[in-house]
């Protein structure tokens, strides 16, 4: 399993960006995917995460209507697009698939700021 995240940089508050994690090594459509952030000195936290086929989706309180998650199955490749982004929304995201174990990518950072 290997997941390639790209697509982060510094950008102004109110802002945005798209991510992307470029999967391979498994059955991509078979699994839901994730987004997780991990800002300095804090715990890692679930953003956002999408079903197999891309049908349900789900975000995190402070994300919800700002970003949007979303996969291509001929890509094996998952995206976030972040709008409206804010300084609090600096860290570095990771992707996760979860198959008996979790697997990330290596992240990508992101900094909000002017």
């Known amino acids: 399993v290997q997941l390639v995240e790209s697509g982060g940089g510094l950008v102004q508050p109110g802002g945005s960006l798209r991510l992307s994690c470029a999967a391979s090594g498994f059955s991509f459509s078979s699994y839901d995917m994730r987004w997780y952030r991990q800002a300095p000195m804090k715990v890692r936290e679930l953003v956002a995460s999408?079903?197999?086929?891309?049908?349900?989706?789900n975000y995190a309180d402070p994300v919800q209507g700002r970003f949007t998650i979303s996969r291509d199955n001929a890509k094996n490749t998952v995206y976030l697009q972040m709008n409206s982004l804010k300084p609090e929304d600096t860290a570095v995201y990771y992707c996760?698939?979860?198959?008996?174990?979790?697997?990330w990518g290596q992240g990508t950072q992101v900094t909000v700021a002017s």
């Open positions: 999408i079903s197999g086929a891309g049908e349900r989706t």
């Open positions: 996760n698939v979860q198959i008996f174990v979790n697997y």
